[in-house]
């Protein structure tokens, strides 16, 4: 079982020293379980990476941008199963901590079986919906959203295996479905979009979800029998969708913007933007993987601990730990975002500097995942549900107001990253009063993981101060960018290493066996 040590002294002078942070179980360590799922998210997400940008080239922005709006879709569609398997991630993590496996078994039974129903379900609504109502569409473009059906239905199987293997803490096996459906994926859909245009794309992306979740098992197959068991289905979909309500419209705050675009504005438009978003959101791949690792131990400590000041260090230790990590990858790819942009894909340079305003309010996203996991792991999922129809307010507001003001994509990225800002302020104050931290611990710690993030930025607002782009040729912008890079790494990242020394952010990898 995982442990935290108590919260260091908070009477320092307004500075934070969080002790070193204990996660082992009995099993494996927290941190080889973040390293087998990370190195496999950060592997899988730097091919899908490839993949849009290659995809981008070979499609062009408007074909490209009716991609992104399946992917859209896709995105909302998951939620069909009505919060079944947020339920699991939470309740069968939940029984394994109490020693409970013959309901954490049923659970994964029930959920399986409710999700094969609605994938069918959704499967033929979706088929009926474009051969009824898309009759004067292009063959081409009716052919890719029919086959949303069938990648709905495989999303879902996907999606279930992955929820339950991460419930389990088997993220070994979890690992092997991503980077086994991201390197099919890749290579053949992008040699599939080369011969036959999106529909060919979107065939390989449909073979890849089937061959990834038959190759994933590593000895034991990711499924269960399915069960239809009434009573327990009522008790999943009472815990499940609210959680899966505040997921759901944590997407929309993700996708207001495109949304938007959508809307308002043209297919190329949506291409155009959706490309450097894309590239930009990679980057919470870091707290993603925290967060996940984190989940099942969060749950299973806070269906034992008396007091919720226990918990504290939950949110302290690895919000430090992102933002440390976050502010100068952040840094760097603000100064590089536009190589492959101007280089490789010139059609989508209007795309540059909405890119570098998101790049710059993402961080902001990424101080999110800790408050969540709190919050949801406390019930607070209605003050959550709350907190981000609040933001999405915002968002959609100011998303909407720029693009009728006639600001453009550069509005719209403005626009989105008020509603980041709203967002991490509310769920961050939220989890920090929901674990009662004292007043004095709470504003050092959001002193120590603001801090990062305004050395870097000032290193680079001075960098292009003196040394400013320049795009004479390939060679000298790589050159150029490089050099900017070196002075923000070594001017801001020689600082940041002292001030982690100094607030004990980076022995977060030392790990001490804990209770059985």
């Known amino acids: 079982m995982s442990e935290l040590p108590p919260a260091a002294n908070d009477e320092t002078g307004g500075r934070t020293a969080p002790a ?8 494996r360590s927290v941190w080889a379980h973040f390293s087998d799922y990370s190195i496999a998210r950060y592997l899988s997400e730097f091919l899908f990476l490839l993949r849009g940008l290659l995809l981008a080239r070979v499609l062009g922005p408007a074909l490209f941008g009716v991609w992104s709006q399946i992917k859209i879709a896709l995105q909302f569609l998951q939620y069909g199963q009505l919060g079944v398997n947020e339920a699991l991630l939470r309740e069968v993590a939940h029984a394994a901590g109490a020693g409970n496996e013959e309901r954490a078994s049923g659970i994964e039974s029930t959920v399986f079986g409710f999700s094969m129903l609605s994938a069918a379900v959704f499967a033929i609504v979706i088929a009926a919906f474009v051969l009824t109502f898309l009759r004067g569409w292009s063959t081409e473009l009716r052919v890719a959203w029919l086959m949303l059906a069938v990648l709905h239905a495989l999303a879902q199987l996907y999606w279930f295996a992955h929820v339950k293997l991460r419930a389990r803490k088997r993220f070994g096996q979890a690992g092997r479905i991503m980077v086994g459906f991201a390197l099919l994926s890749s290579v053949g859909g992008v040699l599939a979009a080369l011969r036959y245009g999106l529909p060919g794309f979107l065939v390989a992306v449909i073979f890849s979800y089937a061959a990834a979740l038959l190759w994933a098992g590593g000895g034991s197959t990711p499924f269960v029998r399915p069960r239809w068991n ?5 008790e999943l979909l009472r815990i499940g969708f609210p959680i899966m309500i505040a997921g759901a419209l944590l997407i929309t705050l993700w996708n207001v913007d495109k949304i938007a675009v959508w809307i308002f504005m043209s297919r190329e438009s949506m291409g155009i933007y959706a490309l450097g978003s894309y590239l930009v959101v990679s980057v919470m791949l870091v707290p993603e993987a925290v967060s996940v690792v984190l989940y099942p131990r969060l749950m299973e400590k806070s269906a034992r601990v008396k007091e919720v000041g226990e918990l504290q260090d939950f949110l302290t230790r690895p919000s430090l730990v992102l933002s440390y990590f976050a502010s100068p990858v952040l840094g760097l790819l603000f100064l590089s975002f536009h190589l492959p942009i101007v280089w490789l894909l010139p059609r989508y340079t209007p795309t540059i500097t909405p890119g570098k305003v998101l790049i710059a309010a993402i961080f902001f996203m990424v101080l999110t995942r800790m408050p969540q996991v709190v919050l949801v792991s406390l019930n607070r999922q209605k003050q959550l549900v709350a907190l981000t129809v609040a933001a999405i307010v915002i968002a959609g507001g100011a998303v909407t107001g720029m693009i009728l003001g006639g600001y453009g ?55 292009l101060r003196f040394v400013p782009e320049s795009e004479v040729g390939l060679g000298a912008d790589i050159t150029w960018t490089m050099l900017r890079c070196l002075f923000v790494v070594i001017g801001a990242g020689s600082l940041l290493w002292l001030l982690a020394r100094r607030f ?3 022995p977060l990898n030392r790990v001490r066996a804990s209770e059985p």
């Open 230 to 234: 009434l009573d327990a289905l009522r």
């Open 20 to 27: 070193v942070l204990d996660l082992a179980d009995s099993e």
């Open 504 to 506: 004990g952010v980076l």
């Open 409 to 463: 994509l550069v509005g719209v990225a403005w626009g989105a990253a008020a509603g980041y800002l709203a967002y991490s302020a509310l769920t961050m104050v939220a989890a920090i009063r929901a674990l009662e931290m004292p007043g004095v611990r709470a504003a050092s710690f959001i002193a120590s993981i603001l801090a990062p993030y305004a050395i870097v930025f000032l290193a680079v607002a001075l960098v």
